[in-house]
C-alpha cells in the first residue's frame, strides 16, 4: 500500500492478557516511530527505530513494553500483562530518516483493555 | 524538558473566517517546530515546519504558522477557513541535532459553522 498499515485497527483485550500491535512503514522509509494518543490528549513518544535498531527508547514507560523490528521493516509493539490504563490509541509513523523528513501516520490502532 | 502548550482546547468559527491556533513551546535550544492535523479516522498529516530561516512557514491547504523566538511561540493561521477544516490539530517541537522524537500539545478541536 501506499501509506502506513497499522493492523489490527482495534483490539480489545483482557486485563494481564499479552498484545502484539503490527506496523507496516511507508517501503523504503527506515525511520520508524510508535507513539501513543490518550483519550484528550496529543500523541506520546514511545520509541524511534533507525533500521534494525531502537535509535531511542525513552518513552516506553516501563518494560511491560517492548518493541522490533528485525528486519528494518514492519515493526511490532508488544505489551505483555496489559493493564487497563494501558487502554489508548496507538500511533505508528514512518520516514525517510528523522524528522528533517516528514513523517507519515498511520491510522492507529485502538487498545481496549477490560 | 520540552512541552508545548495549545492553550485553546476547542475553537469554533464560521465558515469564511480567519483562523489562529495558537501554540507555545518550553525548549532550551532551538526547536524543530510542526503542525499537524488528525481528521476523524485519519492518520496525523504534517500541514508544516519550522527548522530554520525564514520565520513565517507555508503550509499546505493554506496554512502558515509564524515562528517569534521572543515569544517561544509558534502559531498557525488560515485567512479564511472552510467547512474541510474541521478537524483537531497539534503542534508538536522536536530538538535539532538531538533525539528524534517530538513533543506533541493537547491538541485544539477545531469547528466550522456553516
Known amino acids: 500500500g501506499a501509506g502506513v498499515s497499522q493492523t489490527p485497527s482495534n483490539k480489545v483485550t483482557e486485563k494481564g492478557k499479552y498484545v502484539e500491535l503490527r506496523c507496516d512503514p511507508i517501503?523504503?522509509?527506515?525511520?520508524l516511530y510508535w507513539y501513543r494518543q490518550s483519550l484528550g490528549q496529543g500523541p506520546e513518544f514511545l520509541i524511534y527505530?533507525?533500521?534494525?535498531?531502537?535509535?531511542?527508547d525513552s518513552g516506553l514507560p516501563n518494560d511491560r513494553f517492548f518493541a522490533v523490528r528485525p528486519e528494518g521493516s514492519v515493526s511490532t509493539l508488544k505489551i505483555q500483562r496489559t493493564e487497563r490504563g494501558d487502554s489508548a490509541v496507538y500511533l505508528c509513523?514512518?520516514?525517510?530518516?528523522?524528522?528533517?523528513?516528514?513523517?507519515?501516520f498511520g491510522q492507529g490502532t485502538r487498545l481496549t483493555v477490560v | 524538558a520540552q512541552s508545548v502548550t495549545q492553550p485553546d482546547i476547542h475553537i469554533t468559527v464560521s465558515e469564511g473566517a480567519s483562523l489562529e491556533l495558537r501554540c507555545n513551546y518550553s525548549y532550551g535550544a532551538t526547536p524543530y517546530l510542526f503542525w499537524y492535523v488528525q481528521s476523524p479516522g485519519q492518520g496525523l498529516q504534517l500541514l508544516l515546519k519550522?527548522?530554520?530561516?525564514?520565520?513565517l512557514v507555508q503550509g499546505i491547504k493554506g496554512f502558515e504558522a509564524e515562528f517569534k523566538r521572543s515569544q517561544s511561540s509558534f502559531n498557525l493561521r488560515k485567512p479564511s477557513v472552510h467547512w474541510s477544516d474541521a478537524a483537531e490539530y497539534f503542534c508538536?517541537?522536536?530538538?535539532?541535532?538531538?533525539?528524534?522524537?517530538?513533543?506533541f500539545g493537547k491538541g485544539t478541536k477545531l469547528t466550522v459553522n456553516p
Open positions: 508538536a517541537v522536536g530538538e535539532a541535532g538531538g533525539s528524534e522524537k517530538l513533543v
Open positions: 519550522y527548522f530554520s530561516g525564514d520565520t
Open positions: 517501503s523504503g522509509h527506515t525511520a
Open positions: 509513523a514512518s520516514s525517510l530518516g528523522g524528522h528533517l523528513y516528514e513523517a507519515f
Open positions: 527505530f533507525q533500521g534494525t535498531g531502537a535509535a531511542d
